[in-house]
T-cell receptor, first 114, second 115 residues
């Protein structure tokens, strides 16, 4: 299955600033998925990123707050904009694994906003 | 819309014993996938086991097995011979068939294995 390199692994940011999270996959994939996991909670899908088109956002998430880049079939970025303490979460990217129906995840970015 | 329910927030088990984690789901689809993912403190999401709905045989992976009851929409995970390294959050997840379908997760359960 695919291997995903996600950066940074953690960051502490000032409120009002932005952070860009990167995910690099070792193989070409059609879709990449971005999740948020608030402290002690489950994973919530933020958006689905398809190469060459705008990302599709889930209810409650907007492009101005979470702009996504998908310049090619192996790379994507998620930016958390104008951060507030409520954005403190783990952010994970994910891709579909070929042939077995499941999904592989990056190692996550732990974001703390102060 | 699909929903996944994990009603037990926490469980504890003695090392070497067996524990069962519960999961129910709701869907109108006839074919789909179900998963159990493990998330240790390192926060890496690790696939534990998967089940395809059209397969009647319960999936097994070493010490991990599932009890898949399609009619009851139940998908429980049994961990045998529990080990300290099994301590983690466990998430039940659902996805429809078809490329690039999203995963829907349950709330998760925190499993602690006691030495």
């Amino acid at each position: 299955s695919a291997v995903i390199s996600q950066k940074p692994s953690r960051d502490i940011c000032q409120r009002g600033t932005s952070l860009t999270i990167q995910c690099q996959v070792d193989s070409q994939v059609t879709m990449m998925f971005w999740y948020r996991q608030q402290p002690g909670q489950s994973l919530t899908l933020i958006a689905t990123a398809n190469q060459g088109s705008e990302a599709t956002y889930e209810s409650g998430f907007v492009i101005d707050k979470f702009p996504i880049s998908r310049p090619n079939l192996t790379f994507s970025t998620l930016t958390v904009s104008n951060m507030s303490p409520e954005d403190s979460s783990i952010y994970l990217c994910s891709v579909e694994g070929w042939g077995w129906g499941g999904y592989t995840f990056g190692s996550g970015t732990r974001l703390t906003v102060v | 819309a699909q929903t996944v329910t994990q009603s037990q927030p926490e469980m504890s088990v003695q090392e070497a014993e067996t524990v069962t984690l519960s999961c129910t789901y709701d869907t109108s689809e006839s074919n789909y996938y179900l998963f159990w993912y493990k998330q240790p403190p390192s926060r890496q999401m690790i696939l534990v086991i998967r089940q395809e709905a059209y397969k009647q045989q319960n999936a097994t992976e070493n010490r991990f097995s599932v009890n898949f009851q399609k009619a009851a929409k139940s998908f429980s995970l049994k961990i045998s011979d529990s080990q300290l390294g099994d301590t983690a959050m466990y998430f039940c997840a659902f996805r429809q068939t078809g490329a690039n379908s999203k995963l829907t997760f349950g709330k998760g359960i925190t499993l602690s294995v006691r030495p």
